[in-house]
């Protein structure tokens, strides 16, 4: 029986605020306690950072969570161009401490509150996968508490550490990781901006941007039937980028950053404030405020990675129905099923007025690691929308057959056979997961649902 650890019982949710599960929730001070907690052998057990991926691996229904947020130290060798941290560390919190003494993070995903654990876990990718791949191909060494309650050290040399990286929490506790950093001179992107009027040409120029910039990203106009676009490329602006009469910049430290406060949103939207004419109306004011090419404008990070964050708890926008984010990545060779894709959303009358598009490459990645080299798409989607799941189901398959597969950090609803199916190294995960977590301890609704 463990008495001495904080605890809470409370009804959790992934970012879609969807799936709702309740569970016991642990919030462990130190190693010991995680430890504690693994021996005292529960039937099942999962980790949880800031609850930030869009579906239920960070849930355990009946279950215990064990909440990361204590272990949050951070450790700096500037010489080396390391990070070394405590899997509770956020994001937000890493860039506070880096940037200002020259350092970014290697891989970002497109929010800050995220933390390395999560991070690690999910083996977050970024605008930049095309040429620094995903967050586990900069981790040097992964601390965990596997299944015996046993603190193991794992490098990119031992297979499990690929299991760990990617594996959603079902290989073990993360307690610490050590991890390279970009140096950087200043704290601002030089971004350039391009308008397109449909989706072919956007996806030829981004091919040509692959090996033109570190950092790549278009917005889809997911209601124009050309499938409209908005590409955003960049790299991290050096001190002579900045001009001497830029006012804004120049008088601030080349390296300053800002983690401002933002605001809330509303803690109820109605029903269906998101619709076809409401996004519509966004879309098409976003594309025409976008300049029709633009080079060479000096942004901030906030602004340019992390634009939603500007707005705390956006994810209630869709109302207390939630939503869902759909994230897929297919094979290069596979390039004509992403307007087609984008079609079939038209037609069933879905708005989004978020859908992503990036690019991918080849490099190594874990088992469970979801970027393989091609594009993915990311688009978020009221729940309430009566066509839209057997869609979903229909386009899984159209998905699995040309070689793709699902964001499990995204993902709410697939089936277990898509999974299976998609996943191909999966049998080669689970003989990885045996061997850290040999009683099966850690589960999660994902793993329930997808019968991993």
Same mark, same amino acid.
């Given at each position: 029986?463990?008495?001495?650890?904080? *605890?809470?019982?409370?009804?959790?949710?992934?970012?879609?605020?969807?799936?709702?599960?309740?569970?016991?929730?642990?919030?462990?001070?130190?190693?010991?306690?995680?430890?504690?907690?693994?021996?005292?052998?529960?039937?099942?057990?999962?980790?949880?950072?800031? %609850?930030?991926?869009?579906?239920?691996?960070? +849930?355990?229904?009946?279950?215990?969570? @064990?909440?990361?947020?204590?272990?949050?130290?951070?450790?700096?060798?500037?010489?080396? !161009?390391?990070?070394?941290?405590?899997? %509770?560390?956020?994001?937000?919190?890493? =860039? &506070?401490?880096?940037?200002?003494?020259?350092?970014?993070?290697?891989?970002?995903?497109?929010?800050?509150?995220?933390?390395?654990?999560?991070?690690?876990?999910?083996?977050?990718?970024? *605008?930049?996968?095309?040429?620094?791949?995903?967050?586990?191909?900069?981790?040097?060494?992964?601390?965990?508490?596997?299944?015996?309650?046993?603190?193991?050290?794992?490098?990119?040399?031992?297979?499990?550490?690929?299991?760990?990286?990617?594996?959603?929490?079902?290989?073990?506790?993360?307690?610490?990781?050590? !991890?390279?950093?970009?140096?950087?001179?200043?704290?601002?992107?030089?971004?350039?901006?391009?308008?397109?009027?449909?989706?072919?040409?956007?996806?030829?120029?981004? @091919?040509?941007?692959? /090996?033109?910039?570190?950092?790549?990203?278009?917005?889809? $106009?997911?209601?124009?039937?050309?499938?409209?676009?908005?590409?955003?490329? %960049?790299?991290?602006?050096?001190?002579?980028?900045?001009? &001497?009469?830029?006012?804004?910049?120049?008088?601030? $430290?080349?390296?300053?950053? /800002?983690?401002?406060? @933002?605001?809330?949103?509303?803690?109820?939207?109605?029903?269906?404030?998101?619709?076809?004419?409401?996004?519509?109306?966004? &879309?098409?004011?976003?594309?025409?405020?976008?300049?029709?090419?633009?080079?060479?404008?000096?942004?901030?990070?906030?602004?340019?990675?992390?634009?939603?964050? %500007? @707005? +705390?708890?956006? /994810?209630?926008?869709?109302?207390?129905?939630?939503?869902?984010?759909? +994230?897929?990545?297919?094979?290069? /060779? +596979?390039?004509?099923?992403?307007?087609?894709i984008l079609n079939s959303f038209r037609e069933i009358g879905v708005p989004s007025f978020l859908t992503v598009l990036k690019r991918f490459s080849d490099r190594k990645n874990g088992p469970l690691s979801f970027p393989l080299k091609g594009w993915t798409l990311a688009t978020d989607f009221p729940a309430k929308k009566s066509a839209l799941m057997s869609k979903l189901d229909e386009?899984?398959?159209?998905?699995?057959?040309?070689?793709?597969?699902?964001?499990?950090?995204?993902?709410?609803?697939?089936?277990?056979?898509?999974?299976?199916?998609?996943?191909?190294?999966? $049998?080669?995960?689970?003989?990885?997961?045996?061997? =850290?977590?040999? !009683?099966?301890?850690?589960?999660?609704?994902?793993?329930?649902?997808?019968?991993?």
């Amino acid at each position: 029986m463990i008495t001495s650890i904080k *605890k809470t019982r409370e009804s959790i949710s992934g970012w879609g605020r969807r799936n709702f599960s309740t569970s016991e929730i642990y919030f462990p001070e130190n190693t010991n306690e995680v430890q504690q907690i693994i021996k005292n052998k529960f039937n099942s057990i999962i980790s949880r950072g800031l %609850g930030r991926s869009y579906g239920d691996p960070a +849930q355990c229904s009946n279950g215990l969570v @064990v909440n990361t947020s204590n272990l949050n130290f951070m450790e700096l060798n500037k010489n080396d !161009f390391l990070l070394r941290a405590g899997s %509770g560390a956020k994001f937000c919190d890493i =860039l &506070n401490y880096i940037v200002p003494k020259g350092f970014f993070i290697p891989v970002s995903p497109g929010t800050k509150n995220v933390t390395l654990g999560g991070a690690i876990s999910a083996d977050v990718h970024g *605008k930049n996968h095309h040429c620094d791949g995903s967050f586990a191909n900069h981790v040097e060494s992964i601390s965990i508490v596997d299944g015996k309650g046993d603190i193991r050290i794992l490098t990119p040399n031992d297979s499990s550490f690929w299991a760990v990286s990617g594996g959603m929490g079902l290989t073990g506790i993360i307690l610490e990781a050590t !991890f390279k950093l970009i140096p950087i001179e200043t704290s601002l992107i030089k971004v350039n901006t391009e308008k397109f009027k449909d989706i072919e040409s956007l996806m030829d120029r981004m @091919v040509e941007a692959d /090996n033109k910039f570190r950092y790549s990203v278009a917005w889809i $106009d997911s209601l124009d039937k050309k499938g409209r676009g908005i590409l955003t490329t %960049g790299d991290h602006a050096f001190f002579n980028d900045i001009p &001497n009469n830029n006012n804004e910049f120049n008088s601030l $430290d080349p390296l300053y950053y /800002n983690n401002n406060l @933002v605001p809330s949103a509303p803690s109820f939207f109605p029903n269906g404030i998101l619709n076809n004419f409401t996004v519509g109306i966004f &879309n098409k004011a976003w594309f025409a405020k976008s300049p029709t090419l633009l080079e060479g404008e000096l942004q901030t990070i906030n602004s340019f990675f992390y634009p939603l964050d %500007g @707005v +705390q708890n956006w /994810n209630r926008i869709y109302g207390p129905n939630g939503f869902l984010q759909y +994230q897929f990545v297919i094979p290069d /060779n +596979q390039t004509q099923l992403i307007p087609k894709i984008l079609n079939s959303f038209r037609e069933i009358g879905v708005p989004s007025f978020l859908t992503v598009l990036k690019r991918f490459s080849d490099r190594k990645n874990g088992p469970l690691s979801f970027p393989l080299k091609g594009w993915t798409l990311a688009t978020d989607f009221p729940a309430k929308k009566s066509a839209l799941m057997s869609k979903l189901d229909e386009l899984d398959n159209l998905i699995a057959k040309a070689g793709g597969r699902i964001y499990l950090a995204k993902d709410s609803r697939q089936s277990s056979s898509i999974f299976k199916k998609t996943y191909e190294r999966y $049998d080669e995960w689970k003989l990885e997961k045996r061997k =850290l977590d040999p !009683f099966n301890l850690f589960k999660s609704d994902l793993s329930r649902r997808l019968k991993i």
